[in-house]
């Protein structure tokens, strides 16, 4: 299928032509390839930000409170939030629009609802795809909220260049803060609800983590590990209201200080350079895993493996081997 | 085309309508038929939801409508569809609509009219049946 004529009008900033590009990528994997090769040259503009946090921390009402912040100061804003898909009937309920009414009419504001389908991870297979889309469009920050997370749904750390996550008072003591996972991968911890006990408390904990890391630091000693772990910048805390906006402006400061580390020379293209790294591995295992699937299914070589490690003279290692083989991989 | 083409449906509440029970059942229903359902919550101005419409690129749109607004508020949505040249989504209104409304509707190009009582499978089936693309 031929896409120039929707990808003309998205890169002329046509939204409906955004709706149905991202569609196209939600459904067919092959349309994101023609889709993404075309317009890639028009991405790289937008700053991504990434939202996550536990089911109800209140992620898409801090959003809509960020968005209007950002729309007043007349940027262009693209949203994408994950919900769950259903494990049982592949349906889901994609509710975070909900949250964000205000900024419905808003012409520089593009929200668009997400089901992760089955991936792990926090995102969906798509968003990534999704957010080059809203980056040709023109947008100036793009917002990924990811699904409500438990504590290691960290694939938006490859994805967004500042991660805020939110915590709300109440939920775990120091030793959760100190756990891998989440807590690592944050430039940001919002403490959300700060109106309700156990604020101070929740950030009283998240400092005594952060003084622990930073007073006895192990470094890796592969560079790139810690620049993916972006291993110079101290975390930064604020608490805040997202029904209010209370403290908000001091959240948009430490969003910009981030920037601005970002923007330092070095830690960006080295950012960029994992980001693509890691991208790419995605795409290389999904592109695999479908060709094996494929063998798998249709080759009676295969049947032949199966029936071998059924008698015990072959095992499940070995036939994987022979597979790779099989495959040229290796 | 498609390994993974899901029916996408958006559930709205146009109006000063507070009441719903109804669409969240809906809602639940096309979820449990495996579809992607979009809730926006109460109170939408036709306005925001073909933004809404716009931007999330629905194969169809259920209105739900217990306050009568119906014959009011669905011509300026679908006016507004197109003015935004969106045709090929199926639209249909359900709640209360009486009888005398439902040809002044259709006319419009909405479909369904369900109401209380409706089973559930035939609200999906519906769904289905009557996609544009």
């Known amino acids: 299928m031929d896409y120039s004529d929707l990808i003309q009008k998205l890169l002329n900033g046509n939204a409906r032509a955004v709706a149905r590009l991202i569609t196209l990528v939600e459904n067919d994997s092959e349309a994101s390839e023609n889709i993404i090769n075309a317009i890639y040259s028009h991405t790289g503009n937008a700053y991504i930000l990434g939202i996550t946090g536990a089911p109800g921390s209140g992620k898409s009402t801090f959003i809509s409170i960020l968005t209007k912040i950002f729309a007043e100061e007349g940027k262009k804003i693209g949203i994408i939030c994950v919900d769950p898909t259903s494990p049982l009937t592949g349906g889901a309920i994609l509710g975070d629009r909900i949250r964000m009414k205000d900024n419905f009419s808003l012409k520089n504001v593009f929200i668009r609802s ?12 798509a968003t990534e795809d999704a957010v080059k889309i809203l980056d040709a469009y023109g947008c100036d920050i793009i917002i990924v909220e990811t699904v409500g997370v438990g504590q290691s749904e960290v694939d938006i750390f490859r994805s967004a260049q500042t991660v805020v996550v939110l915590l709300v008072p109440g939920l775990g003591d120091d030793i959760q803060a100190i756990k891998a996972g989440i807590m690592e991968i944050t430039d940001i911890f919002a403490v959300n609800k700060m109106d309700l006990a156990g604020a101070d408390k929740k950030i009283a904990d998240i400092m005594q983590m952060l003084e622990l890391g930073m007073n006895y630091k192990y470094k890796s000693e592969k560079d790139e590990d810690n620049v993916a772990l972006k291993s110079n910048w101290t975390p930064e805390i604020v608490k805040v209201n997202s029904r209010t906006g209370e403290n908000f402006e001091k959240l948009i400061e430490l969003i910009n200080k981030h920037r601005d580390f970002l923007s330092k020379s070095g830690v960006m293209e080295n950012y960029r350079k994992n980001r693509i790294k890691s991208e790419t591995l995605q ?18 070589t295969i049947d032949e493996y199966i029936r071998l490690v059924m008698d015990k003279s072959l095992d499940p290692y070995s036939m994987a081997n022979l597979i790779i083989k099989l495959l040229g991989l290796e | 085309m498609g390994e993974q083409r899901k029916i996408k449906v958006l559930v709205c509440k146009p109006g000063l309508d507070g009441h719903d029970r109804g669409a969240k059942v809906i809602a639940r229903a096309l ?4 579809m992607e359902v979009i809730y926006t919550g109460l109170h939408q101005t036709p306005d ?38 969106i045709d090929d989504v199926l639209v249909s209104v359900g709640g209360i609509i009486p009888d005398e409304d439902k040809p002044f509707l259709e006319e419009l190009g909405l479909k369904g009219f369900y109401g209380p009582g409706t089973e559930l499978k035939t609200i999906v089936e519906f769904v289905k049946n009557n996609l544009k693309r």
Not at chain 2, 31 to 34: F, K
Not at chain 2, 53 to 78: N, T
């Open chain 1, 114 to 125: 997400m089901a992760n389908r089955g991936q792990l991870g926090g995102l969906a297979r």
């Open chain 1, 283 to 300: 795409i290389l295992k999904h592109k695999i895993t479908k060709k094996v699937e494929g063998l798998i299914s249709s080759s009676p």
């Open chain 2, 31 to 34: 979820r449990d038929a495996g």
């Open chain 2, 48 to 85: 925001m939801i073909v933004q809404t419409i716009l931007q999330e690129d629905p194969d169809a749109v259920m209105l739900s409508m217990l306050s009568g607004a119906h014959k009011a508020l669905c011509p300026v949505i679908m006016d507004k569809l197109k003015e935004n040249e």
